[in-house]
């Protein structure tokens, strides 16, 4: 019977603590949660020391402790859930409440050439890849509408006057309204802020190879080598490509180098086993003349070492393969503030990969370039 009291006057005495301990706590930090008690150990601890001693109860007034236990506690913020306005918003890609002192849109239309050509120079296919990328630095939540060359459209409108193009795995941003698109071509769309990429495009096209290599390697004896290489620039006059760099593979074992050319500088780079020309400015319709000259110390094995190919990379500014065109760019906004679009045009070098064709005395003809920094196997 004693026991019994004992124990249940032990558990009245712990629930007791507990109560006091929970109406002390919340006095001092307003909510008692994890964080809350995570926050102020130190005041926990003070607390705890004032309220038990030795296991009994001693001060468990919160006004009392008050008067000498002074340190204020964190206090938890109870913040109403809120959810970004990103998310909730019907335009979920733009922030409300964008401001800009000077509001421009800068529009970058980039295409890359692929081109599969055999070894007798015939091109076997061809198409372009290309994408509109936007730079929008705009205030409000404007809405922009852009218009291309696009020959389903005039075919539309009954214009067909002029170069048109026609694209196919068009791909959108989000942004865009694909039923506007669907029903009368239009790209209308509130951009996102920043950078960002509107659509991607492939358009299936005879292209002939922008710049024409010619290369002739010719082996002594396994005693030296000797390399001519004519680049040739096949686009129309008014366009220069910046930053041409034609790779030619050599000899694993080639040393001694020797390079002449009639345009830009050529290096040898043994690591990876090639010759890089580099012409900073290639104007269209010119050609280009490098020579090397190799010492081969050793007796190599060609049919291990493999066939690989020359490889081109370039970019031409205004220019594009294709001949699509920003025909206009509309922007609306409700304040009707004046906004300047700036459209520029880039043809790069695509994955291109062009067949060769070794005979017995080692000169070869072949015609291809590749995007940057990537490679062929043969």
């Given at each position: 019977?004693?026991?019994?009291r004992r124990s249940t006057t032990s558990?009245?005495?712990?629930?007791?603590?507990?109560?006091?301990?929970?109406?002390?706590?919340?006095?001092?930090?307003?909510?008692?949660?994890?964080?809350?008690?995570?926050?102020?150990?130190?005041?926990?601890?003070?607390?705890?020391?004032?309220?038990?001693?030795?296991?009994?109860?001693?001060?468990?007034?919160?006004?009392?402790?008050?008067?000498?236990?002074?340190?204020?506690?964190?206090?938890?913020?109870?913040?109403?859930?809120?959810?970004?306005?990103?998310?909730?918003?019907?335009?979920?890609?733009?922030?409300?409440?964008?401001?800009?002192?000077?509001?421009?849109?800068?529009?970058?239309?980039?295409?890359?050439?692929?081109?599969?050509?055999?070894?007798?120079?015939?091109?076997?296919?061809?198409?372009?890849?290309?994408?509109?990328?936007?730079?929008?630095?705009?205030?409000?939540?404007?809405?922009?509408?852009?218009?291309?060359?696009?020959?389903?459209?005039?075919?539309?409108?009954?214009?067909?006057?002029?170069?048109?193009?026609?694209?196919?795995?068009?791909?959108?941003?989000?942004?865009?309204?694909?039923?506007?698109?669907?029903?009368?071509?239009?790209?209308?769309?509130?951009?996102?802020?920043?950078?960002?990429?509107?659509?991607?495009?492939?358009?299936?096209?005879?292209?002939?190879?922008?710049?024409?290599?010619?290369?002739?390697?010719?082996?002594?004896?396994?005693?030296?080598?000797?390399?001519?290489?004519?680049?040739?620039?096949?686009?129309?006059?008014?366009?220069?490509?910046?930053?041409?760099?034609?790779?030619?593979?050599?000899?694993?074992?080639?040393?001694?180098?020797?390079?002449?050319?009639?345009?830009?500088?050529?290096?040898?780079?043994?690591?990876?086993?090639?010759?890089?020309?580099?012409?900073?400015?290639?104007?269209?319709?010119?050609?280009?003349?490098?020579?090397?000259?190799?010492?081969?110390?050793?007796?190599?094995?060609?049919?291990?070492?493999?066939?690989?190919?020359?490889?081109?990379?370039?970019?031409?500014?205004?220019?594009?393969?294709?001949?699509?065109?920003?025909?206009?760019?509309?922007?609306?906004?409700?304040?009707?503030?004046?906004?300047?679009?700036?459209?520029?045009?880039?043809?790069?070098?695509?994955?291109?990969?062009?067949?060769l064709q070794y005979n017995m005395t080692?000169?070869?003809?072949?015609?291809?370039?590749?995007?940057?920094?990537?490679?062929?196997?043969?």
């Open positions: 019977m004693w026991t019994w558990c009245l005495y712990s629930c007791s603590m507990k109560r006091k301990g929970f109406s002390v706590f919340t006095e001092y930090f307003k909510e008692l949660e994890e964080e809350s008690i995570q926050d102020n150990f130190v005041v926990v601890y003070e607390l705890l020391d004032e309220l038990m001693d030795f296991g009994f109860p001693q001060t468990t007034d919160s006004k009392i402790l008050q008067e000498y236990i002074t340190q204020q506690g964190t206090k938890l913020e109870v913040a109403k859930s809120k959810v970004p306005t990103t998310v909730t918003n019907a335009v979920s890609w733009r922030s409300e409440g964008i401001k800009y002192k000077k509001n421009e849109v800068f529009i970058d239309v980039i295409e890359s050439i692929n081109v599969l050509v055999n070894a007798n120079g015939n091109v076997m296919s061809s198409d372009i890849v290309g994408s509109i990328k936007l730079k929008t630095m705009l205030s409000g939540m404007p809405e922009l509408r852009l218009g291309l060359n696009d020959r389903v459209l005039f075919a539309l409108t009954g214009r067909d006057k002029g170069k048109t193009v026609v694209m196919e795995d068009v791909k959108f941003h989000q942004c865009v309204r694909l039923s506007r698109f669907e029903s009368d071509r239009t790209i209308s769309f509130i951009p996102p802020d920043g950078e960002s990429e509107l659509m991607s495009y492939r358009i299936n096209t005879h292209v002939k190879p922008l710049i024409w290599i010619e290369s002739v390697i010719e082996k002594f004896s396994h005693s030296r080598v000797e390399i001519m290489v004519k680049a040739k620039g096949q686009f129309k006059k008014q366009s220069v490509a910046n930053n041409v760099e034609v790779r030619v593979p050599v000899p694993s074992d080639a040393d001694s180098p020797k390079f002449k050319t009639s345009t830009g500088t050529a290096k040898y780079v043994p690591e990876k086993n090639m010759v890089v020309w580099t012409i900073k400015s290639f104007p269209g319709g010119k050609e280009f003349l490098m020579r090397a000259h190799f010492g081969l110390p050793s007796v190599e094995n060609n049919e291990l070492e493999g066939k690989p190919p020359i490889t081109v990379k370039f970019e031409i500014p205004y220019f594009t393969v294709s001949g699509i065109q920003v025909r206009y760019m509309k922007i609306i906004e409700k304040s009707g503030y004046q906004a300047l679009p700036w459209v520029r045009y880039i043809t790069q070098s695509g994955g291109t990969l062009i067949r080692y000169c070869f003809r072949n015609v291809f370039y590749l995007s940057k920094g990537s490679d062929v196997e043969m």
